[in-house]
Each structure stands twice: as structure tokens, then as C-alpha cells.
């Protein structure tokens, strides 16, 4: 096996582990970082060009099992009602998400201490408003200022436009009272192009970072993290697709590779000193999954509304049904996502598979009367801990280079049916009031998995949690972990902006304490 | 004129039919091969057995089963290529000018100042 060394190693380049690499890259060490899948031309995937709806049903699909590429590895959600949506490649998932880029709420940093229920965080939104803010600079967020739903938001750039139905539906919420506010949105217009830029973490965070040193390795998938007889981290074992094993040594090693990757190389990485596996000293690796069950209701109009365009993942939003409220029956809540509706491919897709479509004379009758014409809405409920809901590895089913492929059990809380069930009966209010014609809803909708949280949760504790408040893992002091499998809650919004947030408090971290860390001194506070 | 040729032609003629059949354009859309050279979709198709079919006679789509085998076969493929084709594109602009012609822009920081907002529910 090839010897390699670096100073910090980072395995994974989405979102938290592209904001973290940028954030140590000005330290004077030489920082790796490892991405199993391959760097990929912009102009493949752009989201602006007119081929975005084909790329959807191609190798841009969002399901892995789906897609089947050779950086992919096989996800069994058989026993979940929902399955696993992510994208393995330099910038990783952000390649192809919508650009939705909400914070989390004070609340959702403490949810036990002020509903019981779910876990409490060890630091809170306060906390974190430093790095939530340095991370907008870096990423550009669009948005508006004074939503009474959030602390004040400063700096964000002119919010995006939200669009014939977002103004028709602003209406509605304003007859009922609701609250409502234009989205967060991690997308920048341009006069130039008239639409929006939507950054992915390769130019949000990547680029700067190899311009400072950085070095990138695509295609070069990591099988297992080594330890010394200390609990020290050493190195690890990573596979280029050439099928060359490498072994990489390293003072501090940084896992990025997402709630369902980072457990599974964890996982990977048991031995005779670890048979749970690596950092799993508790137990809890692995289990407490989260996904955010997503309810889809859907508005038919009589007349084009243009809802095909605008925001790609939300014009406005509505956290009217965001924090606890005992008469509702349920603990914690949802945010409503105005979205956009299909293009004219994927609404063709969709009407042939509800036999509503056919070629011929009525085609384009077919076509128009759904094409712009409807109104998407999303509920995305906030989802709570679970031991029972977890990741194992499945050693049937294995990816390009042999290491075994992930099997999740996942059932939907009582709590979170009552959630989700009240949730799109309020989006069917909501349509109604804003003169749908027809609705039509269901949930928990199936591909959907997107926002993978707990698996790796932060706790005071080693007996009872994988890692410290900083991602540091309990039992190897110089492995952290800095994407979502830390989180101990889910929060009811998407987590891309606190990811990021989190990855660069814990870079912080690391820079303020390198020189002990380096020493393998790890006593700090 | 060569039988090869003739062939050829038939089976252009006869795939231009299908095509035009399936998608036949309204009052905004073109009809397929107005939009996407009928060539795209034989090199598309690249010496499938439907296209040496198609070389042998005038194809009747009133027969059911010629119908579904046509849709079968092109079904989603031409979806894409026409949707995809500038002509089509150009289209589905000028339909949404139109369509947007009398609906009215709304100033959304007037809307959110309608919203009588008062209920304390957040805890920040």
C-alpha cells in the first residue's frame, strides 16, 4: 500500500466540509481533502440551462439507487417510508439541491427544555449567529429583513422575486392571518443573466480554498479511519478509481460526508478494539436518524400562473404553525414551502403517470391545463430522535470498491403523522382560500430524504453521545465530525445554512487549539 | 430512383407522420417537425427495428396497435428533443406573455405590510 501524508485530512466536500476546508485553508499546513465522487463540469448540471429537467431524470436524479454511478453506494430504504436523496461528488449534494437557506430558529436549539421533547443542543442559535452570519457573506443569501419569525438578519442581499402564485398565495395567508415571509435563498440575481446564480459549495467555499493551498481529491473513496493503540486517529485507508489502495496519515481528521456517509465509514472502521465501530463507545452511532417527512399538497388553477418559474426550492415560506402549540395535539411543527412547479417535461412524466396525458390531438390541451397552473406546497415537519430509527451496514448490497452499502430503518413518529396530517389540512385551507379548483395531496412524500441529522449526536456525555458540543468525537479525540450527524434535533426547515454555520464554528475550534491538537494534547476546554 | 432511397423516404414520411400525429402543435406550439428535424430522430433511433418497419409501407395509425407501438417507442425520447428545441422554447415564452398579458404585478413589500400580524408565537 502507497504512504501519503497530510497535516489535516477532510473526508468529504459539500457543504460542511467545503466551509471548513476554506476556514482552516489559511492555516500554514498542508489540509487534504477526499471526495469519492468525481469533480464535475459546471455547465453539466447548471440549473439554469434548458436542460435541467433531463439531467433530473438522468445522472442528476437525486436517488443514488437511481442513478447507480460508479461514485454512488447502494441505500436500502426498504423498511422506511422514505428513502434517501443525496448526490456523491466534489460539492456533493449541493450540486443539485434548491438553494433554500433558511436558519434554524433559537427555539429549535432547545426543544427539550421548552416542549420535552428531542434533545437540547450544547450551544445556541446565539452562539452560532456569528458564523450563520459569515456564512451568508460567504455563500450570498438573498432575503428580506424583519421576519418576525427570526432574531434580526442583517446583510442579505435583495430577495428574490416570488412570483405570480407568491403574490396569489401572500393574499390568501394575509385573509387568514397567517404568517408568511419571502424566502432565504442561497441564490444571487443577476441583471446580466435575469435569473438567479445559485452557488454550490465548490465556488461558495471550494475554490477560494484550493486557491489557498487546499489540495481536492475526487474519485478517491475512504474505507476505513485508522487508530492507534492511544484512541488517537493516524490515518486512513482510501481507494483511488483506479482501485489503488492509499494509506493517508494525518494529525486531525474531519468527517464530512453527510448523516447517512459519515456513520458508515464510522461504522466501516470497526475492529477487534471497536467491534461497534469506530467512536461508538455509546451505542448511539448510527441510530436517532432524522429526515423531515415532507407532505406535498398541490393547487390546481383555471388560469397560468407562470409557477414553473422563480425560486427553484422556495419563493415564500410559513412558520404560522412553527412552534408548539398544545391545542394542535402535537409537539413542535412545520414550515409551509411555497416550491415550483415542473417544467414541461417533468409535468408530462407526471401526467402520463396519473394516466391524465396523451399524445395526440389534446396533447398540448393536457399539457396546459396543469403546466403553470398549479400551485406546489410543501410541508416540512420537523422530525424528533429515535433509537429505532437508524443506519446499519448492508452487506448485501456494495458499492464500486466492495465496501458494503447502508440499510435504514426509519418509522414515522405519532407525533409526526399528527404533524404532518395537520399540516397538509392547513395547506388545503390555504389553497382553497386562494381559489384552487382542485387539490390534491399526499405525504410523507417518498424521495425525500434529503435532511439526514442525529447519527452522529453531540452530548455532554460519551456514555450517551458520539461526539462534544465542537464535532470532537468522545472516544478519538482528534476525529471530528462537522455535518449533520451531530445534530441532536431536526428543526422544521432545511439545514443547509446551519451546516455550514456549525462546520465553521468547529474549524474555528480547531484553529484556536491546533497546537495542542497537533501535540495530541487534547485536555482543552 | 434507387430502392435504398425510396425506402429511406418512406420511412422519413412515415416517421414524420407519427411524429406530427403525437405532437401536433396549437395555436402557440409548433408541430414536431416544425420543431426538431425529423434527421435528429432517425440518427436517434440508429437502425432500430421500428425504423426497417417503417421502410416497408404507409404506416396506418388508426390501427390501435401501430398507435401504441409508436408510443412505446418514442414516448418519452421526443418528449425531451422537443421541449429542448429552440422553436419550442421560443414558444412557450410568447404563450406565457400572452397568458400573463392582463395579470396584475403585485408589490410584495405592500402585501407584507397587509398582514396584520400581531400574534406573539415565535420564540426568539
Known amino acids: 500500500m502507497v504512504n501519503e501524508k497530510t497535516d489535516i485530512l477532510i473526508i468529504g466536500t459539500g457543504a460542511s466540509g467545503a466551509a471548513s476546508a476554506w476556514n482552516l485553508s489559511k492555516l500554514n499546513l498542508k489540509i487534504t481533502c477526499l471526495e469519492q465522487g468525481p469533480l464535475i463540469n459546471k455547465k453539466k448540471y447548471s440549473f439554469n440551462s434548458i436542460n435541467r429537467e433531463i439531467n433530473k431524470l438522468n445522472d442528476f436524479n437525486p436517488d443514488p439507487n437511481y442513478r447507480k454511478l460508479h461514485s454512488d453506494y447502494p441505500i436500502n430504504s426498504d423498511n422506511s417510508p422514505i428513502s434517501i436523496a443525496n448526490y456523491n461528488a466534489v460539492g456533493g449534494s449541493t450540486l443539485i439541491y434548491s438553494g433554500h437557506y433558511p436558519r434554524f430558529h433559537p427555539s429549535d436549539f432547545y426543544t427539550k427544555k421548552i416542549d420535552n421533547i428531542g434533545s437540547n443542543w450544547l450551544f445556541n442559535y446565539y452562539d452560532l449567529e456569528k458564523y450563520y452570519n459569515l456564512n451568508d457573506k460567504m455563500v450570498g443569501v438573498s432575503g428580506l429583513t424583519g421576519d418576525p419569525a427570526y432574531p434580526k438578519i442583517k446583510n442579505l442581499l435583495p430577495p428574490l422575486n416570488i412570483g405570480y402564485s407568491g403574490e396569489l398565495l401572500a393574499k390568501a395567508f394575509n385573509k387568514l392571518g397567517w404568517h408568511w415571509w419571502p424566502s432565504y435563498s442561497a441564490i444571487k440575481k443577476s441583471k446580466k443573466l435575469k435569473k438567479g446564480i445559485r452557488p454550490t459549495a465548490v465556488e461558495m467555499y471550494l475554490n477560494k480554498a484550493i486557491k489557498n493551498g487546499v489540495i481536492v481529491k475526487p474519485n478517491s473513496r475512504v474505507l476505513k479511519i485508522k487508530v492507534s493503540s492511544k484512541n488517537i486517529a493516524t490515518g486512513v485507508i482510501y481507494l483511488e478509481k483506479n482501485k489503488k489502495k492509499i494509506f493517508l496519515e494525518a494529525s486531525i481528521i474531519l468527517l464530512a460526508a453527510n448523516g447517512i456517509g459519515t456513520p458508515r465509514i464510522l461504522l466501516n472502521s470497526s475492529s477487534k478494539r471497536y467491534p461497534k465501530g469506530l467512536a461508538n463507545s455509546s451505542g448511539q452511532l448510527g441510530k436517532n436518524l432524522m429526515l423531515h417527512p415532507l407532505g406535498y399538497i398541490e393547487g390546481h388553477f383555471k388560469k397560468f400562473l407562470a409557477t414553473n418559474e422563480g425560486a427553484e426550492g422556495c419563493a415564500l415560506y410559513s412558520h404560522e404553525f412553527y412552534e408548539t402549540n398544545k391545542k394542535r395535539g402535537f409537539k413542535r411543527g412545520y414550515t409551509i414551502q411555497l416550491l415550483k412547479s415542473t417544467g414541461p417535461i417533468e409535468s408530462f412524466h407526471y401526467l402520463k403517470k396519473f394516466k391524465k396525458i396523451n399524445f395526440g390531438n389534446s396533447f398540448f390541451k393536457n399539457l396546459f391545463d396543469y403546466y403553470g397552473c398549479t400551485i406546489p406546497l410543501a410541508v416540512i415537519c420537523e422530525d424528533t430522535a429515535n433509537k429505532n430509527n437508524c443506519i446499519q451496514l448492508d452487506y448485501k448490497n456494495k458499492d464500486s470498491s466492495g465496501m458494503p452499502g447502508i440499510k435504514i430503518n426509519y418509522k414515522l413518529s405519532k407525533n409526526t403523522k399528527k404533524m404532518l396530517s395537520h399540516g397538509i389540512k392547513q395547506c388545503k385551507k390555504l389553497l382553497k382560500t386562494a381559489g384552487a379548483k382542485e387539490i390534491f395531496a399526499f405525504g410523507p412524500v417518498r424521495n425525500t430524504g434529503w435532511h439526514l441529522t442525529g447519527t452522529a449526536k453531540m452530548g455532554r456525555s460519551k456514555r450517551n453521545s458520539v461526539v462534544n458540543k465542537f464535532g470532537q468525537c468522545h472516544d478519538v479525540k482528534n476525529l471530528f465530525i462537522i455535518d449533520s450527524s451531530i445534530f441532536p434535533s431536526s428543526s422544521g426547515v432545511n439545514i443547509a445554512s446551519t451546516v455550514q454555520a456549525v462546520s465553521l464554528m468547529i474549524s474555528d475550534y480547531i484553529k484556536k487549539n491546533l497546537t495542542k491538537l497537533k501535540k495530541n494534547e487534547f485536555k482543552i476546554k | ?124
Open chain 2, 1 to 124: 430512383m434507387s430502392s435504398k432511397l425510396s425506402k429511406y423516404l418512406l420511412m422519413k414520411k412515415n416517421l414524420k407522420l407519427i411524429l406530427n400525429t403525437m405532437i401536433p402543435g396549437d395555436n402557440y406550439m409548433p408541430c414536431f417537425t416544425k420543431a426538431v428535424k425529423v434527421e435528429k430522430i432517425i440518427k436517434r433511433l440508429n437502425n432500430d427495428k421500428f425504423l426497417d418497419n417503417l421502410k416497408k409501407r404507409e404506416i396506418n395509425l388508426s390501427k390501435k396497435k401501430n398507435w401504441d407501438n409508436c408510443v412505446k417507442i418514442l414516448g418519452s425520447d421526443i418528449i425531451e428533443i422537443y421541449f429542448t428545441s429552440n422553436s419550442a422554447i421560443k414558444s412557450l415564452k410568447l404563450k406565457k406573455r400572452d397568458d400573463l398579458k392582463n395579470v396584475k404585478k403585485e408589490n410584495m413589500i405592500k402585501l407584507l405590510k397587509e398582514v396584520k400580524y400581531k400574534k406573539k408565537i415565535f420564540r426568539n
